[in-house]
């Protein structure tokens, strides 16, 4: 939309991919609904001249003109056939999107080609909550673990930096990580947690 007139300068319309299930309505006649599997939010980033779009019903990332509205790429996000759905963020022009079983990385700047990512990187375990990008890595929680990774990767692989094991008392696995700069914050069920600095065990993979 143009922001001095509010007129709509472009629209562009995107295939909608889905599996059909029937259901039964309340009436007993048979109901066809589609149920997508893509991204857990619809959002829009802007990225230099680009307009980048994460659409809960389409298994893709496109990114537009924000002119014109051409399309200017299109990338895949089952590349690796693991499902990523949300958005962790952009830094230094990489875009990273992570899923319960992996992350993955794309360089805008390059028509979004993933430079990193890998099939099950979490060894098999699942990621129940949202990570966290911050400039020095990528905060996941893994089970009942949080998972700490590099930014830039290697050889098109994900370079871990650290582990900690968290222990929230509950039995229940890591939930949403935020941060205000200081602490880790998890957020899971009802509850909000505050990590601190536990005792270092002489089996512990990092601090």
Not at 70 to 89: C, F, K, N, T
Not at 117 to 128: D, E
Not at 138 to 157: A, E, H, M, W
Request: proline residues 3%.
């Amino acid at each position: 939309m143009d922001p001095a007139t509010g007129l709509i300068r472009f629209a562009k319309r995107y295939p909608r991919r889905g599996k059909i299930n029937m259901t039964t309505g309340r009436f007993g006649r048979g109901m066809q609904q589609i149920q997508f599997e893509s991204w857990s939010s619809d959002t829009v980033l802007a990225f230099g001249r680009q307009m980048i779009c994460f659409s809960s019903d389409a298994r893709h990332i496109e990114a537009h003109d924000r002119n014109t509205g051409e399309l200017i790429w299109q990338s895949d996000v089952y590349p690796l056939e693991a499902r990523v759905d949300y958005l962790l963020g952009v830094c230094n022009g990489l875009l990273y999107a992570a899923g319960p079983e992996t992350i993955l990385a794309f360089d805008l700047q390059q028509e979004g080609r993933m430079v990193w990512g890998g099939r099950r990187l979490f060894g098999g375990k699942l990621s129940y909550g949202r990570g966290m990008l911050t400039p020095d890595g990528i905060y996941v929680p893994v089970d009942d673990s949080i998972c700490k990774y590099s930014l830039t990767g290697r050889n098109g692989q994900a370079v871990m930096l650290g582990k900690v094991n968290v222990d929230l008392g509950t039995g229940a696995p890591v939930g949403n990580l935020y941060s205000d700069g200081q602490k880790i914050w998890v957020h899971g069920g009802n509850r909000i947690y505050a990590l601190a600095r536990g005792q270092r065990s002489r089996n512990a993979d990092s601090d």
